[in-house]
């Protein structure tokens, strides 16, 4: 399970910067330090299919994308603010990418 943040109005939901360095590929520790969660959270949204590893060959590590750190992130705002579970999570990203690739269809179209 996914660990809790602090209580609502405590520090937590500051606004801290994340500047990731293009093309770089962060370890499994340093992107959950990244992402301020604990490595649990993030293999378990990993397991959840929410945010997807790049695997190293041959020894198959797993490290992790600026993109996917920036989706931790947001994964954790949302559970945060609203208190919610996994499934939920879930089904908000699946809306979220599809709105998305409706954006981009409709982008397309007017430009054709």
């Keep these: 399970m996914i660990e809790h943040s602090p209580a609502y109005g405590q520090s937590s ?8 360095e293009p093309n770089i590929l962060y370890g499994l520790d340093a992107a959950a330090h990244l992402a301020g ?6 293999l378990v949204y990993c ?6 590893p790049i695997i190293q060959q041959p020894n198959g590590a797993m490290t992790f ?17 609203h208190n919610n579970d996994l499934a939920w ?3 908000i990203m699946e809306l979220e990418n599809e709105v998305e690739y409706l ?3 409709l ?6």
């Design 47 to 52: 397991r959840a299919g929410l945010v997807q």
């Design 89 to 91: 999570l879930t089904t």
């Design 13 to 20: 939901f500051a606004l801290v910067v994340f500047q990731p």
């Design 65 to 81: 994308t600026d993109e996917a750190i920036y989706t931790v992130r947001r994964l954790e705002h949302l559970r945060a603010m």
């Design 107 to 112: 982008r397309f179209y007017r430009n054709t």
């Design 103 to 105: 954006r981009a269809e």
């Design 37 to 42: 969660v604990p490595r649990r959270s993030l």
